[in-house]
Each structure stands twice: as structure tokens, then as C-alpha cells.
């Protein structure tokens, strides 16, 4: 037997040949007879499609589709949980990708944004790197990676940064802030600058930055705070304090004071357990702090025996110490945005906390590599040597599609929303084909006045415009529907609406088939009237059905995304490829965000394309006719 | 003959006319909310409420047998044609649709026009030059075009073309209050670039295709055979003989067409911004507003009953074997 010859016989063999076939034609003829005689129609069709390049590139691109979305929304659990720190921020995969150059100099501290990083070095100079956060307004917001010329003269002596822009002081005690800076957080205000004179602040020592404000430490231990209206009445800074301020650690809406006798101060969100379980050993003087680390509910605190003392908001496990750690020993603490580091002085590195973008994955060989500080900030983490080199990086590395404006992964909901949108399509199409089967069916086959009737009820459903009656349907009926009920509404009603083509054209193939010769052959042979339908003309009439359902399929999924664009489809939270595009009717989204409606829509375009492909090469190859055109 | 052939679709079009108004009819009294109370003052003191609400719905007949709220609908709706009141624009649905209707008709006549003479000469010389690298090439662009979604289309050209570009209005209507004489027009012209293109494009996918398989099938027939063979030039066998002939299945889908894209370009009226009737559904269900809802649903409903019904007739037309039936 040639090779050929298998192929016809194993279809799942033939299928991983097909992929060789793309590239490599093979040539081998065989007689008319030998041919005849190993196939039959089912047989020939599927020759016929795996010989047509456009099907097999059709295939290929669906089951790519189908198993990104069905394998990987296994693979990648959908979080639910909304974090507004995150929104609107675009691919990348380069938050934790920092400069070469960095090797050569000494690092003294790593700040981070969303979605940037900035290293203060000892030459004074700022090196940022990530990704730009985004652009919320033209005009608003310089480029946050360009680090303004001014700075790059100076002698910068502290860096922080908000969730979108940095700040940093020169050994001048100039102060310099860029990126989204609306709350006036780039310059120090007047009224500070009086404040700065009457307490006779001379230098600045540390810089702090939120979302919405600035604040900076001064060398006689006085703090000035400044920016949103929100942010400063949420800080009240304790006159108690004033003037003994030696550090400052803060979350978004809530601080710590280091005293100058090592006592701890809390300020902001007050009623919280942040601020309300301080540990009275911290206050009253018995230990000696002298390193606090913050999140927007915890606190960390490292005495000067190495001892560590925590307390704050159980959530994220935050106020527990990781079981596998004794904390004492530790050198180094830090804080991101919802986890806490630290390090021992045997170079172990403990992270704890909330691990929805990775913060939790530490690099395999980090307790070997001499850590001896870490930097965190927001979601990303730098594990540094003595030396002052970066040894290790964790964390964030990015979002491959961007993140939405729920701070949302595109690319976890996309795979979710595919396996929606896919599922929405097929099921729609599975009931639309059942009702055109049973209504074409009987139609042709039994005729007389249930044909007239079922063929008028066929043009009152083509007669009412689908896209408006769907819409109107979703408001009539969709209304009291919860989330899931709501996508099988969805199913039904794109079945319910879009049976008529295919039982029109079941009917008429059917009296199309009755009238054959073949038929007349079968009933002259004696054949019973029901193996003549099933037998004969059914198979015939399958072959459209298929073609129907894969064409239908392809417009479905076309059909669920323009509902969903609309508002009248899947509803959020469910992901699917449509409703995550509807953000898309907002010029904003339109012109700055382009990520949240090019990315959904253009794995709506493949799958589409693909199942048309699909499709027509099925028509191609079941119509022995087509090869003439 | 013909009018025999005519006055047979008619009859048949009364049950589908009954179906449609029935269907419609149980829709606008399946929506939520009670009529009569959203005619009244919602801050009506409770014990007034009740007699308001009685008096209500006497005045719009819903204390009435089902059947004869039914006929009284259809009454109102055909005979008087009075399409009742629009709660989203607070005046009567009929003041409402009117320009609306007029923008959707300038939308879809520009369309129209222009694919035509686009996808015929396209679809001809595709059919002629089977298998060809143009034949190839726009057959990709019509598979193409089929699986891109109208509002992914629109959302493009408005970010290359007004975002980026700056060539055409972003959205929205040309204002009159604002410009006057050949400004407003050119205006006009403008506004509608961008959603002609974007329904050509998604029309033009189906009709090359169609234009094409209906000419490959009247070029091989016997008859262009016998054309051929009597030496009459390849120019008058596609044109004179086979174009004539594959006319009759693309008169049919050209009026399906036609009046399918009224409804069908609900989608790209809303992404443009574009005032049309398309987005007026949209609109109205987003507002609840069920006269204005159900207005729109049986004007849908009449135009597609008419485009079928134009179609059978030019069908019967250009077709003399039908006329015989």
C-alpha cells in the first residue's frame, strides 16, 4: 500500500500529515479504479478538505483559538477581585527589564510605580525603566520614563513614587516631581514653603508620594504634606510629632512616624486596625525601632535587635508571619503594595502577602545569591547585594495585553472570554440547526398545509430585522436575568432568531432530492419509504446542514460580540470577547487605550475567519462541482 | 399575468402581517413597568394614585378584553396612524422618527449607489478570470470582510482616519445651528465618509460573491456555448448574453440589500454617532421607551415585508419562466 492509501483509511493520521501538505505537494497518481474503490463520500470529502490549504490553515488557526481559550481559562483562574491601583495600563512585559548600565554603579534606593521603576544611584543620577504609564489626558502628563533634563544636572539625594509619577530632592534641596501630577504633587506649595521658613527646615531628607500627594521630611524632623483635597484632611500630622520625625513610612492613606526615640507614631485612616492595634512596646519606649515598612493596612516594624513586630488587617494574611520564618535575625524589611519582605543576615529572603500578579514567586536560587537589601514597591521587587548590584528581580513583569479598567489582566480575560463567547456561539448554533432540522424536515416531508404554515411562520422570523429584535428581546426578557441566566438567554435567543435560512434550505433540498432519479431507482427496487428518506436523501441534505452550522457559527460569534458591544449581550463581570469591547464607545478608550478594544476584537476577526475558512472549504470540498469554479 | 402573480403574494403576505403585528403586539405588553403609571406623576400624592391610575387605564383601554386592545392597536397604528407617545423625547413617536429616518435614507442611498458600481464590474471580471490572482485576491477580501464585525470596522477608520489623521468628525451630526450653505453640506459629506465606507466594505464581501457564482453559473451554460461558437466576441457573450441572464438572481439580492441595511446598520450608526433610526433603537431601548420600541420594531417589520415582497415582483419581472408559473 503507498502512503496515500493510509491516509484515506486513518483521518487522524492524515490530519498530522495535512500540516506537511501545507508546504509539501505530493504528486502520487492513481488510477480511476483504485481510487473508486477506497473511498466513499464521507471519505472523499475529508480527502478533499485536507487537500485544500486554506481549510487546513482555517483548522489550525481554530484549534489554536479553542485551546487558548478553553486549556489556558483552566490554567489561569479569573480575578474577580477589582484593584483600581492597576487600570488602563499598557502591554508590556519590561516592568522588571532594568538597565544594563546599572551594573556598573551603586544602587542606594529602587522605587516603583504601576508599571515603572526607578533606581536612585550614588552618582546622584535617576534611571527609570518599565513601561510608560498611560497618558490619561494629552497634556496632563509628561513621558514617565524621560527623566526630565533639570534632574539629570543635579545631585538627587531621595526618589519616591506615586502610582504614576516620581518625585526626587537634590542635595540643593530643589524638588523635582514628574508624571501625573495633577494634584499639584510636582511642587512644593507656598504655604509649605512658609511653613518650611517659619520652622526653619534647611534641607529635606526624604521624599514620600501617594496616589494623590507629596510629602517631604525635613533634617530637623518637621513633615510637610500637600496634594489632594481628599489626602490632606485624611492626614492630620500630630503637633506631638513635629520636630522629632526621624522616617517616614507610608501606604496610600495611612503613615508611620519614626520618632527620634524610637517610638512609632500612626497616622491617617483612623478607627483602622493599623491605627488602632500599634503594640504598646512600640510606644512606650521598652524597644527601639529603627526600620517600618507599610502597606495601605499593615505595618512592619524592625527593632534594633533585629526582632520584627507586625500588626494591621488580617487580609492577604498580611498580619501573620510566614510559617517557615522566626523573625529575628532580619537586616532588611520592605513593603509593596500588599506584601511584606524580609531579609535575614543569612541572606534568606521571606515574602508574604496577596501573589495576584506573581509577588509571591521568588526566584528559585534568591537565598543563595547574598542578598543583603531588598527594594518593593507597588508590585514589583529587587533583591540587591552588597555590592549594590541587583541580583534578582520578582513580581509584576507586566501584562502581555494590557489591563483594563478595573486594573483587570487582558490577557486572563480574554482566554475567559473566548471560552464564553465560543460557548455562547455553539450552543446558539446547536439550537437554531435542531429547530431548522425538525421544522425543514417535516416541511418536506409531509407538505400539504403544515408546509404553508411552517414556511409563512418562517417569513413572519425573517420578516422582523434580528439586531433590533434581539436588542428588544434582551430588555423584555433579559431584564431580572442574573449573570449565567443572562448568557443562556444569549443562546436562546440567537437560536430562536436564526433557523430560517437552514430549514428553507433543508426543505428545498429535500424536494429537491425526492425528485431524483436515484429515488425513483430505490422505490422501483421495492425499498420502504422510510429507509429511502434516511438512508438516501438525508445524507445529502446533512451535507448542507454542516456547511450551514459552520457558516452560522463564524456570524454567531460575530453576532454575541456586536450584542455585547451594544450592551445587550454577556454582562460583567463574565468576560466574553464583546462586552469586553464596549469600553470602545468612549473616545478616550478609542484614542489612548487602544489595547482594550484592538486586542478583543482581533481574536473575534481570527476565530471568525477561521470557522469561515472552515466553512468554505467544507462547502468546497462536499460540492463535487466546486472544482469547476 | 402579472397582476394575478402580484395579487397571489399580497394574499399571502396577510398571515405574515397578522403574525408580525400579533407577535409585536404581545412584545409591548410583555415589557416591564405599567403603561398607564408611567403616564403619571410619579410624585402624585398615594391616595390620588389609585384613582389616577384607574382613570389611566380606561383612557388607554387596558381594562379591555386582550383582543380588543389588540384591534385597537392595530386601529391606532394603521388606520389613524398614530404611533403614540415617545416618554424618552416627550412628544409624539411620529415627530420623532422623522429625521432620523431622513439621515438613515441619505446613509443607505449613498451605499447603495456606490457598492453597486463597485461590486458588479468586480464580481463580473472575477467570474470571467477564474482562478486568477485578482479572482484570488478578492475572494480573500470577501472572506475577510465577512469575519470582521461592522463596529470593529467603524472603531478602525475612526482611529486612523479622525484620531490620528484628523481627516473626518470623530462622530456625531453635521450642526445646522453652526453652518450654513455649502459649509453644511460639505459637512455632511464628511460625516458621512467613514460609515459609508465602513458598510460598504461589509455589504461589498457578500455581493462580489454572489455577483460572481451568478455569473460562473450563466457562463456555463449551453446557451454561452452556442454564443461562442458562433464567433460573437467574448465582450458581447459576458455582457449581452451572460450578464443579462445572471441579472435575475442579483436583482433579488441587491433589494435584500437595500432595505437590510436599515436595520442592519443599527451597529454602525451607534459607533459613528450617526443620528439614523438604527441608533434610534438603540436608544429607545436603552430609555424603556416602549412606544418608540415598538414604532421602530413594525417600521423594521414593514420594510422587510415590502423588500420581500419587491423581490418576488422584479423576480417575477425580469423572469418570464416565473411569470408563467
Redesign the interface.
Known sequence: MSDNNSTGKKVGKSFLSMFKRLFVRDKIEKNILEEEAMRTPMKAVMHRFIRNKMAIIGFSLFVAIFLFSFVGSLLNPLDRALDLTNTNIRPSRNFLRYPRELADLNIVKIISGVSFSAALTDDGNIHVWGAEPNREMEGISQFMLQVPEEIQEAHIVDIAAGTRFILAVDDEGNFYGWGHVAHGQAEITSDMRRMMSINRTEKIVQVLAGTTWAAVLGDNGFLYLWGSIQATSTFVIPTAAQGRIVYVAAGHHNMILLLDDGTVMPMGDRGTEFFLNVPPELQDGSVRIVEVAVTNRNVLARDDTGQLHLWGSVIDGLNSFPEDMVPDNVVDIASAYNNFVAVKDTGEVFVWGSNTLGQLNLPRNINQAGVTQVFADAFQFYAVNADGDIVETWGNRGYIFGSDQWGRDIFTRIMHGGRVSLTVGIIGVIIATLIAIIIGLSSGYFGGWLDHALM??A??F????????A???????G??LNEAERMYFIMIVLGVLSWTGLARLIRAQLLLEREKDFVLAAKALGIKQRSIMTKHILPHVFNFVIVSVTLQY?SFI?TE??LS????GIQEPTPSWGNM?DG??D?IV??YF?WR??IP?LF??AA??SI??IG?ALRDAMDPKAE?? | MLIKFVIKRLILLIPVLLGITIMLFALSRAMPGDPARMMLNPDMRPELMEAALQSMRERLGLDQPIVVQYFRWLYNYFVLGDFGHSSLFNRPVNDVIGEPLRNTIILNATINVIYLIIALPIGIKMAVKRGSLFDNSWQVFSLAAFSVPAFFLGLSLIFIFSINLGWFPIGGMPNRALLQGTEYTLQWVRTLVLPATTLIIISLAGAIRYTRNAMIDALSQDYIRTARSKGLSEKVVIYSHAFRNALIPISTIIVGVVFSLFAGAAVTEMVFGYNGIGRMIVAAVQGRDRNLIISMQLFFSMVSVTAMLVADIVYGLIDPRIKLK
Open positions: 409563512r411562520l417569513d413572519i425573517d420578516a422582523i430585522p434580528f439586531l433590533p429584535l436588542i428588544t428581546l434582551s430588555f423584555v426578557l431584564d431580572n463564524a460575530l460580540a456586536a458591544f451594544l450592551g445587550f469591547l470602545a464607545q473616545s478609542l484614542r487602544w478594544w484592538i476584537a473575534v476577526v471568525a475567519l469561515n475558512m468554505d469547476e469554479r
